[in-house]
């Protein structure tokens, strides 16, 4: 065995040595780059084996000697200059199973993931590498490795390796379930709020603080309160707003307490202190909630966990989930809902908001966890039973144990002294509190003992000589032939009833009466479509199916004395679950089961496992082989931290990672290692296990794997079996860092079941055939996707979208030994097929496949699809800084996935995102949208002023820097480059700005660039590495505009004289670089609005008119060669027609208006022709003081009436990219000072990282007079709205309105109906004050004049918004609706009068999408407590609005006196001109 001397080196320290192994070629000569080498210490066979790959070899290295990077031999305990053993392996035999990853800071889409695992397959990994995929630009790390079985350290990713991906910063919802459990004491005599806010959440934050996640959370209080109230007449009047009916009739009204929404901390200890305050009074505050004087309320009780509301919150979650894809940041990926409860795990829900529940999660692909800090019950949970809405007839209770939510149970490690038993059921309450506590029997709760343990059957049983196991034995198990009598054809009107057999039975205490003609048979609908049905009363013909259920109901154990087998029980068609043996129940293996399984890994048994299970007792023989990887090995990691119930901790040792030994198994093969960071006194992770579990299965072990078609009903991998032994722990991992979806998933229906269950459809794309058609009609021609681009491109959108490529293990028969793709299935006979995709979502399959230049897409959809279920749900909710719990509604909807328009996606990317087939609201496309605000000094002054009115109005000092800075931008967004933008030198060659375009002539042009400026002058548009300097220039000669002054035109110049100069090479206005589909000398009307203002003595002639003129003599044109299109002011692109046609750098323009604006953004300068007039000074009348009020924004003035425009937007501009990158810019068609002004990019081909690339870009270029933020699509946020987040709403600030003297009316002396318009000028003139700018909207409704008319407005810092809304004189609500609801709740107060409101006021929110830290940074210096910037303007504004201080009426006075100074002054004007007359 030959030895190698061990060196190590330091990566980019020396350039021949970057890599983790550098070994010399002539040491071994039948070695290749690419191969897997494993390295050992020749004394320890069992010690540590490190895998790595070889990647270049060296010959400086020496003979017999390797050098590792000094990092990894540390993390491996490689002690440098040792000798080691060094043996080339076989990748096949080191192949990992699973490997996790885990990222932070940034968005990974699933598309992305998919292209980082084809990148990973074939390399060498282990534990803590660092992995940088430049292409994509994503950064990531290994976490932890599965091979065989068992945690290995290094191993190699293959085709067949499951990747996890983990994001440590994700958005987390976290919602603590105030029932009213959390007010009881638990065993140690903690309250269960004390249990789940000092004990779980304290640990969890510092998980987060070990693992450094930046996660952003929203922190949700919530609970139901019921009423004990018979009918709605009880309750007053403004109470019946948001009350609900349950299916018992009982009154309630859910409650949300928003304590954090979407905060990012380093150290959460204060949400901890915010929470326990919020404690105190919760529960008083929501039961006294609706407490007036003088006013009788039904008496109100907080409900038990049991009852609360559990689905309904989970829901609430994922309408903002579902809706990523709008507010999309580029700093975090992955959604994860966590619900604490104090209860045990079981809900009472009803059957179709489960439905509901179970497909939007699924389907979505969030991740959702259930934590309880009660005791684990001796049953299997999570526990859904259904609620049973058939009181009349007797009917069995109907369970679900749902595999889509993630449990775990958190216990403390307190102990008591004088016992170590813990108990897992909590005792009865006896008397009249049981209808407070359990909310089940009210009505029988005041009645005596004896009935209170009648009424709540489910939980208690009482003692009686009743034979209950003959009794479950009937009740769990398939229906006997004999049992399908006439009764069974009976069906109920009711489908939804579900039938309770022991419910009837136990009240009454009736058993000895009943007889198979008092219990009608029903049918009834099932409570999973999963659940594998046992003998119905169609087949009854057929023998029960007796292989997974205890024996039939005519067997001998039945006959014993029970009074129950003399009348056969008769049930509806298959076996109800049994929560205390759910292993029984097998069901039929379906996509949903399988969407999750691939983040498990495999126990040594090859049964995925989950690592917060474990077992407390060995199990008995029979299921030895099933439990081994839940065995506890109790010493693994008792380390000084809080392990639940001895159970393992994990995170309690490294600051990087947790702590990753699992329960039940050490290393595999190559040796593993959990940290960089090792303590000497963990016990030795690195040895190597003498015994593998990876022997032989036992034969009698119920072992389910992926290939079967059955699964177990109970636990998320649907592989492991229930059994009373198993404990459920903390699943810490997912909790810190939530695995994202798999993009791989195992299941696929067999032929006989596509056949029967599905319907298929399928069409051809031929994409070389489109794109040659679509490329020529292009403005910018661009090289088209080829056929292979296209086929990758349609998968990673189904990816995007939520699919997942189905990776089958066995290939059938019919595939023969056909090269394929990386999640393959080949159905065709090889010789056709290139490449072929299977990918599936909920019950759609859709299969891609390849051959030659054609790409087939075979859809399966479900032949007999779920009803699309909707559930209109009202709740209150209270977020932060509001003042009251306000009402709103939301829908949960199921969405339709079969009816997603792929055909029209699939066109999309063919023709490279051609107008033909634009990106439609149905499409879910990716969008961030943006304002470009003005940068103002005077926010910083905000902090030392006592107050925020401190803006001044609008000032021409700056706006021609701001229009100068925004002319920069959007030159870099058109990724264009006018010709004097640099310091020009003789015989610069312009930039080539298209990517795919080369057709520049030779550097002497006809337009020769401008000659080096002048020493002192500074360059018109600065690049960017002059930028800085350029800042700093304060004092510039006005003349300045960077333009060479060479020439005064005088008063008399001749149109001719002034287009001849403006055409000059060197003085003339500035032309673009050569470009394609721009013709050559091109230029933009801005810069020769000032070009000539700088040459015209202010005489008669305005720059505007002249360039009309120019026009109309066809000098200039439109760029597009459009000659109907008239000169317009802004960035607006004209080229000048009278040019030699023969030079050879000539390019004639396009001809084409509508591909011309398709590719180039053009906007309108409005509100800033004194820039390039002078034009005179007007006294400055406030607009609601004028006889005639200035329209409120530029839509009603500009030449155009569209407020957007869309343009084609080149995404990978650094060329970074292994995918063709494209997208859309939708923008503002105006820009006028003063103005928000709106840019979204919009994408579906594209990657996160490289979208935030080009966007941080632009920021960077906007940087010195105006910045860019980002703003969420729906900023108001407002309750009832579709789109809404439904724990977001806007503050209303109302506005007082009588502090005139004598309590007169404003606007008193203008007529009646300018009032309202008057009204909303005012209000626009105090949000001016406090530094608010107007967004211009589309308009929302284009019929309805008397609709209230709605107008925005965001804050110059970006962080909140405003909202006025107007109401028209003769207002009247006509969709009670959402309108009513809408306005009414948010504006005018709490009242369902839909007449005209009588408050005015503000909807105030604020801007989430400013990332938190940045938020925090802007605190208050000198104030007492550091006080927030945002909260003190929202302080000071509502003091303002209430007139404290008399600053309203001030601020009034000072108005109308301004009024009657320009009255006076237009007095004296008007008295002076006369006297000139008379003169």
Not at 303 to 315: C, R
Not at 405 to 421: D, E, G, H, R, V
Request: hydrophobic share 35%; proline share 6%.
């Amino acid at each position: 065995m030959k030895l190698y001397k061990l060196n190590t080196h330091t990566r980019g320290c020396n350039k021949s040595y970057d890599a983790d192994l550098v070994m010399n070629l002539k040491d071994h000569p039948n070695a290749n780059v690419g191969d897997v080498v494993e390295i050992y210490a020749p004394d320890e066979e069992n010690g540590t084996h490190l895998l790595l790959q070889i990647t270049e070899f060296n010959g400086s290295c020496g003979r017999d000697v390797i050098s590792i990077e000094s990092g990894i031999a540390n993390a491996f305990k490689m002690r440098p200059y040792s000798n080691v053993v060094m043996r080339i392996v076989n990748p096949a035999d080191v192949a990992l199973d699973s490997i996790e990853i885990t990222f932070k800071d940034q968005y990974m889409g699933r598309s992305e993931m998919w292209r980082l695992k084809t990148y990973l397959t074939d390399t060498c990994v282990y534990v803590n590498k660092k992995i940088d995929y430049n292409d994509m630009q994503i950064r990531c790390q290994v976490y932890e490795m599965w091979s065989q079985g068992e945690r290995v350290a290094s191993g190699v990713i293959t085709e067949d390796t499951k990747i996890v991906f983990r994001s440590s910063t994700s958005m987390v919802y976290l919602f603590l379930q105030m029932s009213s459990e959390m007010w009881d004491f638990d065993i140690h005599g903690d309250l269960y709020f004390e249990k789940a806010v000092n004990g779980f959440l304290t640990e969890l934050f510092q998980k987060w603080r070990k693992l450094s996640c930046n996660h952003e959370v929203t922190v949700v209080l919530f609970s139901r309160t019921f009423y004990a109230a018979k009918t709605l007449d009880e309750f007053p009047e403004h109470m019946r707003d948001c009350l609900q009916q349950d299916y018992k009739g009982r009154f309630y009204e859910d409650f949300y307490r928003v304590a954090i929404q979407n905060e990012r901390c380093d150290d959460w200890c204060t949400v901890l202190g915010q929470l326990r305050k919020l404690f105190t009074s919760y529960q008083a505050t929501v039961l006294r909630y609706h407490e007036r004087e003088n006013m009788k309320i039904p008496p109100a009780t907080n409900s038990s966990a049991t009852q609360g509301n559990f689905l309904e919150v989970l829901n609430i979650s994922l309408n903002t989930f579902e809706k990523h894809y709008l507010d999309r940041t580029f700093d975090r990926t992955g959604q994860l809902s966590v619900v604490i409860t104090p209860g045990v795990g079981v809900f009472s829900v009803d059957r179709e908001l489960t439905n509901i529940t179970k497909q939007r999660i699924i389907d979505n692909g969030v991740g959702s966890d259930l934590v309880c800090v009660g005791e684990q019950p001796l049953h299997a949970v999570p526990l859904l039973k259904f609620h049973n809405k058939d009181t009349t007839l007797t009917s069995a209770d109907d369970y679900s144990l749902p595999h889509w939510i993630n449990l775990s149970f958190y216990s403390t490690n307190k102990k008591i002294a004088y016992s170590s038993f813990i108990p897992r059921i909590k005792l009865p309450l006896f008397g009249s509190q049981l209808t407070l506590h359990d909310g089940v029997g009210e009505g029988e709760g005041e009645e005596n003992e004896r009935h209170f343990l009648s009424c709540n059957q489910s939980e208690y049983k009482h003692n009686s000589l009743f034979d209950y196991d003959a009794y479950d034995e009937q009740i769990f198990q398939p229906l006997p032939a004999q049992s399908t009598c006439s009764l069974q054809r009976v069906v109920r009107a009711k489908k939804t009833s579900v039938p309770s057999l022991e419910t009837y039975a136990y009240r009454n205490n009736d058993w000895e009466n009943l007889t198979p003609t008092q219990i009608p048979a029903m049918r009834r609908k099932m409570s999973d479509p999963d659940i594998h049905h046992g003998t119905s009363a169609m087949l009854a013909a057929l023998q029960p199916d007796t292989t997974n259920l205890s024996e039939s109901l005519a067997s001998e154990k039945n006959s014993r004395r029970t009074i129950v087998s003399i009348a056969p029980i008769v049930r509806p068609g298959r076996a109800l679950i049994n929560p205390f043996d759910p292993s029984q129940v097998t069901i039929k293996l379906t996509s949903n089961r399988r969407r999750w399984t691939h983040i498990f890994p495999k126990g040594p048994t090859g049964v995925l496992i989950q690592q917060h299970h474990y077992q407390a007792v060995p199990a008995k023989a029979p299921q030895a082989g099933q439990q081994k990887p839940l065995q506890q090995i109790q010493n693994n990691c008792q380390t000084g931290s809080n392990n639940n119930n001895e159970q393992e901790d994990y995170g309690c040792e490294s600051a990087e990672q947790y702590d990753r030994v699992s329960s039940h198994s050490l290393l595999s093969k190559s040796a593993s290692s959990q940290s960089f960071v090792m303590g000497d006194e963990k016990m030795d992770f690195f040895k190597r296990r003498q015994s593998s579990l990876m022997n032989a299965q036992p034969a009698n072990v119920p072992n389910l794997t992926a290939t079967q078609a059955k699964s177990y009903l109970w636990g998320a991998t649907g592989e492991q079996e229930w059994t009373p032994a198993i404990t459920t722990g903390v699943d810490w991992k997912s909790l810190t860092i939530p695995a994202c979806l798999p993009i791989t998933t195992d299941y696929f229906p067999d032929k006989r079941s596509l056949n029967n269950d599905y319907v298929i459809s399928d069409y051809t794309l031929l994409p070389d055939d489109v794109n040659h058609d679509y490329a020529q009609s292009r403005a910018v021609y661009r090289k088209p996707l080829s056929t292979e681009e296209v086929c990758k491109e349609i998968v990673s959108q189904r990816l995007a979208q939520g699919f997942q490529l189905i990776v089958v293990d066995e290939k059938p028969p019919s595939a023969g030994g056909c090269s394929s793709g990386s999640a393959v299935l080949p159905v065709k006979p090889p010789c056709e097929i290139n490449k072929e995709y299977l990918l599936s979502i909920g019950r759609i399959f859709h299969k891609i496949s390849l051959s030659g230049s054609v790409i087939t897409v075979t859809g399966y959809r479900p032949r007999h699809p779920y009803p699309p279920i909707n559930v209109d749900y009202r709740y209150r909710f209270h977020a932060p800084q509001h003042e009251t719990y306000e009402i709103s509604g939301v829908n949960f909807t199921t969405e339709k996935l079969e009816n997603f328009n792929w055909n029209h996606m699939d066109l999309y990317i063919c023709t490279r995102g051609d107008v033909d087939y634009p990106l439609m609201e149905s499409l879910k496309y990716w969008r961030y949208r943006m304002y470009l605000l003005p940068r103002e000094n005077i926010v910083t002054k905000i902090a030392s002023c006592q107050r925020c009115d401190i803006f001044p109005d609008v000032t021409a000092d700056n706006t021609r820097e701001q229009v100068e800075d925004f002319v920069r931008l959007i030159e870099a967004v058109s990724k264009l480059k006018r010709q004097y933008a640099r310091k020009a030198r003789q015989h610069d060659t312009p930039r080539i700005t298209e990517k795919h375009h080369n057709q520049l002539n030779s550097p002497q042009q006809s337009i020769n660039v401008r000659p080096k400026l002048e020493n002192g002058r500074i360059p018109r548009i600065f690049p960017a590495t002059d930028a800085v300097a350029a800042a700093g220039i304060a004092a510039r000669d006005d003349q300045d505009d960077g333009f060479h002054v060479d020439i005064q035109f005088s008063p008399n110049a001749t149109l001719a004289e002034i287009f001849e100069a403006m055409k000059h090479p060197v003085n003339g206005v500035g032309f673009f670089s050569q470009t394609q589909s721009l013709p050559s000398c091109t230029f933009l009307s801005y810069d020769a609005l000032m070009w000539l203002k700088t040459r015209l003595n202010n005489g008669r002639h305005h720059p505007l008119d002249l360039l009309e003129a120019m026009r109309k003599e066809r000098m200039i044109c439109h760029a597009s060669g459009d000659w109907k299109k008239p000169v317009v002011p802004g960035f607006v692109f004209y080229y000048v027609v009278q040019q030699d046609k023969n030079a050879k750098d000539y390019a004639p323009p396009l001809g084409d208006y509508s591909a011309f604006v398709n590719e180039w953004l053009e906007i309108e300068f409005q509100g800033c022709s004194f820039l390039w007039h002078d034009e005179p000074v007007t006294t400055p009348v406030p607009n609601f003081l004028r006889d005639c009020p200035a329209p409120q924004s530029w839509t009603e003035t500009c030449s155009n009436k569209r407020v957007y425009r869309q343009s084609h937007l080149e995404i990978d501009v650094n060329q970074k990219s292994d995918r063709m990158e494209w997208g859309h810019v939708k923008h503002h068609t105006v820009l006028q000072p003063r103005f928000a002004f709106e840019i979204v990019v919009e994408w579906v081909t594209s990657s996160g990282p490289i979208v935030a690339d080009l966007i941080g870009g632009w920021m960077r270029k906007a940087n010195q007079f105006n910045f860019l933020v980002s703003v969420p699509a729906d900023p108001m946020a407002e309750p009832f709205t579709k789109k809404s987040d439904p724990l977001r709403g806007p503050i209303f600030i109302p506005l007082c309105t009588t502090f005139l003297p004598n309590g007169a009316a404003l606007f008193e002396e203008f007529p009646e109906d300018s009032r309202s318009d008057r009204m909303l000028f005012l209000q626009e003139a105090i949000l001016a004050k406090f530094g608010f700018l107007p967004c211009v909207l589309e308009k929302k409704f284009s019929v309805g004049k008397d609709l209230p008319k709605e107008y925005q407005y965001v804050h110059c810092t970006g962080n909140m918004f405003a909202l006025i809304r107007c109401a028209t004189n003769n207002y009247q609500v006509e969709s009670p609706i959402l309108q009513e609801a809408n306005v009414t709740r948010c504006v005018y107060g709490h009242t369902n009068n839909t007449n005209v409101p009588k408050k005015v006021g503000f909807l105030w929110a604020w801007n989430h999408m400013i990332p938190n830290k940045k938020w925090k940074a802007q605190t208050i210096n000198n104030s007492a407590d550091g006080e927030l910037f945002q909260l003190k303007m929202l302080k000071d504004f509502r003091e303002f609005c209430s007139n404290s201080d008399q600053r309203l009426s001030t601020f009034w006075a000072q108005s109308q006196e301004l009024k009657r100074r320009a009255q006076k002054f237009e007095n004296n004007n008007n008295n002076t001109e006369e006297v000139k007359i008379r003169a």
